[in-house]
């Protein structure tokens, strides 16, 4: 009788080993997908928002392409004498004011003294002295984006405060040259737009994802009992 009652009770142990190593292997395979899993999304969607920035650069760009375009036409009626270089550096200034996109963003025009020309934001005063202007990351601002126009167009990443806001974001901006005026026209859109958006699809994916892996967690402790 013994015999058998230390039979069952080895038996029993084993199993309860065998479950155990089941429920300890499931974990890790979890642990292990996890892991996987989340390397995988972390790297998409930095790639994602890498692709949404080069977007919203294409984006910018190809609206300081537009005005530089308008403004060229004008200067070219001026050329055939129909109107006055006068009448068109106002019609010019006057549009660039006027322009908006995606919202608040807005389009800017400086002299090559770092003087403001125009700005949609109406944050900023015309006619006002940017030349020495240093950014809150330490960025002499009309020094780089004139010289960015110089070279024939390109962008600047900076901090910039937007209308309305109390601190300043990652901002990067595009910055055009207008030959004949020595104008500098440029534009910009803040990183942190793109985050939000970003920021929005991952609480979406966890909130999808997480009840999922709880249950596997749950019912591999179980397995583990």
Same mark, same amino acid.
């Given at each position: 009788?013994?015999?058998?009652?230390?039979?069952?009770?080895?038996?029993?142990?084993?199993?309860?080993?065998?479950?155990?190593? #089941?429920?300890?292997?499931?974990?890790? #395979?979890?642990? /292990?997908?996890?892991?996987?899993?989340?390397?995988?999304?972390?790297?998409?969607?930095?790639?994602?928002?890498?692709?949404?920035i080069e977007l919203r650069q294409g984006q910018v760009r190809s609206v300081i392409?537009?005005?530089?375009?308008?403004?060229?036409?004008?200067? =070219?009626?001026?050329?055939?004498?129909? /109107?006055?270089?006068?009448?068109?550096?106002?019609?010019?200034?006057?549009?660039?004011?006027? /322009?908006?996109?995606?919202?608040?963003?807005?389009?800017?025009?400086?002299?090559?003294?770092?003087?403001?020309?125009? =700005?949609?934001?109406?944050?900023?005063?015309?006619?006002?002295?940017?030349?020495?202007?240093?950014?809150?990351?330490?960025?002499?601002?009309?020094?780089?984006?004139?010289?960015?126009?110089?070279?024939g167009g390109g962008f600047i990443s900076y901090l910039?405060?937007? %209308?309305?806001?109390? =601190? %300043?974001?990652?901002?990067?901006?595009?910055?055009?040259?207008?030959?004949?005026?020595?104008?500098?026209?440029?534009?910009?859109?803040?990183?942190?737009?793109?985050?939000?958006?970003?920021?929005?699809?991952?609480?979406?994916?966890?909130?999808?994802?997480?009840?999922?892996?709880?249950?596997?967690?749950?019912?591999?402790?179980?397995?583990?009992?």
């Amino acid at each position: 009788m013994s015999l058998r009652v230390e039979f069952e009770t080895q038996m029993n142990s084993q199993n309860s080993g065998f479950q155990m190593s #089941i429920g300890l292997r499931f974990l890790t #395979i979890i642990a /292990i997908a996890v892991t996987i899993m989340s390397a995988g999304t972390v790297y998409a969607i930095w790639q994602f928002r890498q692709s949404m920035i080069e977007l919203r650069q294409g984006q910018v760009r190809s609206v300081i392409e537009t005005a530089a375009s308008h403004i060229q036409g004008l200067q =070219s009626r001026v050329a055939a004498g129909e /109107i006055t270089e006068a009448v068109a550096e106002k019609l010019s200034l006057e549009a660039i004011s006027a /322009i908006r996109f995606e919202g608040t963003n807005y389009i800017f025009a400086y002299d090559r003294n770092g003087l403001m020309l125009a =700005s949609g934001n109406p944050e900023l005063v015309v006619g006002s002295d940017m030349s020495g202007y240093v950014t809150a990351d330490g960025q002499h601002l009309m020094k780089e984006m004139i010289a960015a126009a110089d070279a024939g167009g390109g962008f600047i990443s900076y901090l910039w405060k937007r %209308p309305g806001e109390a =601190s %300043p974001s990652r901002k990067i901006s595009y910055a055009a040259k207008i030959p004949k005026w020595g104008w500098m026209i440029g534009s910009g859109t803040h990183v942190w737009d793109v985050d939000v958006g970003i920021l929005k699809t991952v609480a979406w994916i966890a909130a999808g994802c997480t009840p999922a892996m709880a249950a596997f967690v749950v019912f591999a402790l179980w397995l583990s009992r």
